[in-house]
T-cell receptor, first 117, second 114 residues
Framework: DTAVSQTPKYLVTQMGNDKSIKCEQN?????MYWYKQDSKKFLKIMFS???????INETVPNRFSPKSPDKAHLNLHINSLELGDSAVYFC????????????????FGPGTRLTVL | SQQGEEDPQALSIQEGENATMNCSYK?????LQWYRQNSGRGLVHLIL?????REKHSGRLRVTLDTSKKSSSLLITASRAADTASYFC??????????????FGTGTQLKVEL
């Protein structure tokens, strides 16, 4: 019954490897997000998709590539992992996002703790 | 750049006491939201206050918003040990070309002791 789920929960890997994190939401939401939370708990948005279309693309290295096969899924692929990529990555979803008006409540997944050795 | 900053960074109180956390932001907003994060977990939405609202209540939570000072406060009354968590404010910003995003503050770590 999990609303927003992510896999894996923990990911430990060597520098230079390529890895993916998967996210699924069963809330019927139109918009999904990826956030990165660093060791100081600072949470920063990376990407946002609305109905499979990329709408927010913050300044992140192009080693990070999101993919949305359908509006219930948003995966994050990371190439050539670096030590600085170690963080907790959160997926989130919300009902809608509009050109004018405000951002809806976001529902977060449990997070994926990525450790790059 | 980071939108919200919270104060204090950490707060330790006794069960039954009230806890107040403050959030300041820099630009105009449509709404401000408060989230809680328990250790090792994702964020959970607590309350949303729109820019034309000044105060909002939800159970033991009371949020105020002062758009002239670009600040908000979260008050938790009669705190419980289970309230121990990090609390984040988040503000939205309309993106050019479509899409809104939340910008999170630095968070306040609340510890409620028995």
């Amino acid at each position: 019954d999990t609303a927003v789920s992510q896999t894996p929960k923990y990911l430990v890997t060597q520098m230079g490897n390529d890895k993916s994190i998967k996210c699924e939401q069963n809330l019927g939401h139109d918009t999904m997000y990826w956030y990165k939370q660093d060791s100081k708990k600072f949470l920063k948005i990376m990407f946002s998709y609305n109905n499979k279309e990329l709408i927010i693309n913050e300044t992140v290295p192009n080693r990070f590539s999101p993919k949305s096969p359908d509006k219930a899924h948003l995966n994050l692929h990371i190439n050539s992992l670096e030590l600085g990529d170690s963080a907790v990555y959160f997926c989130a979803s919300s009902q809608a996002t509009t050109l004018a008006g405000s951002t809806d409540t976001q529902y977060f997944g449990p997070g994926t703790r990525l450790t790059v050795l | 750049s980071q939108q919200g900053e919270e104060d204090p960074q950490a707060l330790s109180i006794q069960e039954g006491e009230n806890a107040t956390m403050n959030c300041s932001y820099k630009t105009s907003i449509n709404n401000l939201q408060w989230y809680r994060q328990n250790s090792g977990r994702g964020l959970v939405h607590l309350i949303l206050i729109r820019s034309n609202e000044r105060e909002k209540h939800s159970g033991r939570l009371r949020v105020t918003l002062d758009t002239s000072k670009k600040s908000s406060s979260l008050l938790i009354t009669a705190s419980r040990a289970a309230d121990t968590a990090s609390y984040f404010c988040a503000t939205d910003a309309v993106e050019t070309g479509g899409g809104n995003k939340l910008t999170f503050g630095t968070g306040t770590q609340l510890k409620v002791e028995l």
